[in-house]
């Protein structure tokens, strides 16, 4: 099996052939940059949304909703909701610039930021999103194995009794949740993630609906918590630092929750051209956060009146949830098969910066864009390339060595969301409007804007503050590189 180089392959497949029988029709085959076409739809970007979005960080908010009570919790979940449809929206406008609808194609979160904000802010933006998104796989990285030992757990309490204390290292789930990825990993582009994103999100409203189910059991069955407005009280057992730090972490874990603009741009660069891809890009942001919000007012309020202000910091793992154990087994393994498929979602435009830049540096490079079909019979399935190989595999080793030194899970999605949520979702795609529609300083709508930004900004830093809080306690009770649960 000989390598192609990437002229050599396309010619193959008919990409640069003249010969009049098999010319290929420029308007059929190729969008207007030149690339193959596009073939995603409203519904298949909202697959994609879903999937980066429903994440671990449902299972969190009933204990978030119980740290700001029913009135905080509620309200932050919608203003949440409200804001990052508001924000994706307008990102959404500047794929194409200067028009949104006739421009010039920008084909990732910098290069959008670079042709409105310019060259510094699209610095500035590439080492927070890569760096988001980084963190993000870590997440899922700690994420799954933990679901995976919970399967083991719950089968442990169901076979020897609950009294009995059934502990299990997790490092080896963490390791084998990342030969899988090493494996997905190779799926080259964003656009042929459809299936495995579609999959994925399924898993995720799976997941989400046994969780609200055995809440709504436990409530129907009279042994729901004890709730109140402002959510768990100071006194015996809670300082009034404590409540606080609580609190602030919380917004972290909502902010984790709705983080998806990260990887907008990508989804939006796989849609068909016509019509606009910001049209539909808007209707998938709309059904996309309506459905998010339907799934985490229930989990975050149905959680909650079931377990009151002890509500877990992981609904399904986190507190000894394991009758019916079938039941709960099942809802793990379709946190751990969405987790499989949102790491490629979010990690699939790491792997688009680092091959670009290797393409812009080495053009003439056989390891940078030699291809190697496999086939099964005449057809080709996937084709490997040197590059994509050794780095993806590098990059995901990497992620799971880090997993494995660092696992606190409610503390970590906090500051992630915190670290995230303002500069991708707020601030640079509130900037990027001002500019694109030329709004003058110091006007109403100017002045709007600016005070969302600042409003976000101050959340983000007292949930990143509270984050870093959090970790230095949980370093102070656990050691790195140890970790049973």
């Known amino acids: 099996m000989g390598g ?16 009049a029988p098999y010319q290929l029709s420029y308007d059929q085959e190729f969008d207007d940059d030149g690339k193959p076409k596009r073939t995603g739809t409203m519904w298949t970007a909202s697959a994609h949304i879903i999937t980066a979005v429903i994440g671990s960080g449902v299972l969190s908010l009933a204990w978030a909703t119980a740290q700001l009570g029913w009135l905080g919790g509620v309200t932050t979940l919608l203003i949440f909701s409200g804001i990052m449809l508001y924000t994706s929206n307008l990102l959404a406008d500047c794929y194409r610039s200067p028009d949104p609808i ?10 959008v930021v670079q042709a409105n904000l310019g060259r510094l802010s699209c610095i500035t933006c590439g080492v927070i999103q890569y760096a988001n ?9 700690i994420t799954a194995p933990i679901s995976m030992v919970a399967i083991h757990k719950s089968n442990c309490f169901h076979q020897k009794g609950h009294s009995l204390a059934c502990k299990f290292d997790t490092y080896p789930y963490i390791i084998g949740y990342g030969i899988c990825e090493i494996f997905l990993s190779q799926i080259p582009k964003f656009h042929q993630l459809t299936c495995l994103s579609t999959i994925a999100a399924i898993m995720s409203f799976a997941y989400a609906s046994i969780g609200i189910g055995l809440a709504i059991a436990r409530i129907v069955s009279g042994n729901g918590g004890r709730t109140t407005l402002t959510g768990v009280e100071i006194g015996i057992g809670v300082t009034t630092a404590q409540k606080t730090w609580k ?36 209707k998938a942001n709309a059904i996309s956060m309506l459905t998010t919000t ?3 007012m229930l989990c975050g309020c149905v959680g909650y009146a079931a377990f009151g202000n002890d509500a877990p910091g992981n609904m399904l793992t986190g507190f000894g949830f394991y009758e019916p154990f079938w039941l709960i087994d099942l809802a793990n393994i379709f946190i751990i098969i969405h987790l499989v498929g949102a790491y490629q979602v979010l990690a699939q435009p790491i792997f688009k910066k680092i091959e670009s830049l290797a393409i812009e540096r080495w053009p003439n490079s056989s390891f940078v864009k ?28 990497i992620i799971t060595l880090i997993a494995m030194a660092m696992p606190f899970f409610n503390d970590i999605i906090a500051l992630l969301g915190a670290l995230g949520f303002w500069p991708l979702s707020v601030y640079f795609p509130i900037q990027m409007h001002i500019n694109q529609h030329k709004i003058k300083r110091r006007s109403f709508k100017w002045f709007m804007l600016q005070l969302l930004n600042l409003s976000c900004l101050l959340v983000s830093l007292a949930a990143a503050v509270a984050a870093v809080q959090g970790i230095s306690e949980a370093l102070r009770t656990s050691k790195l590189f140890q970790f049973k649960v």
Not at 103 to 111: P, Q
């Open 4 to 19: 192609l180089s990437d002229e050599e392959f396309q010619h193959g497949h008919g990409v640069l052939s003249t010969d």
């Open 102 to 111: 006739t421009g010039k194609r920008n084909y990732s979160y910098m290069d």
């Open 133 to 141: 998104l980084s963190g993000f796989v870590v997440g899922y990285t």
């Open 247 to 282: 609190m602030l972490t919380a917004l972290g874990d909502i902010a984790f929750a709705y983080g998806f603009t990260q990887v907008l741009v990508d989804i939006q660069d796989t849609l068909k051209s016509s019509p606009s891809e910001n049209k539909v890009m808007k």
């Open 294 to 296: 339907v799934f985490y």
């Open 370 to 397: 030699a291809e190697y079909p496999i086939r099964i019979g005449s057809k080709t399935v996937l084709c490997l390339n040197s590059l994509r190989l050794v780095g993806r595999t590098t990059f995901v080793m």
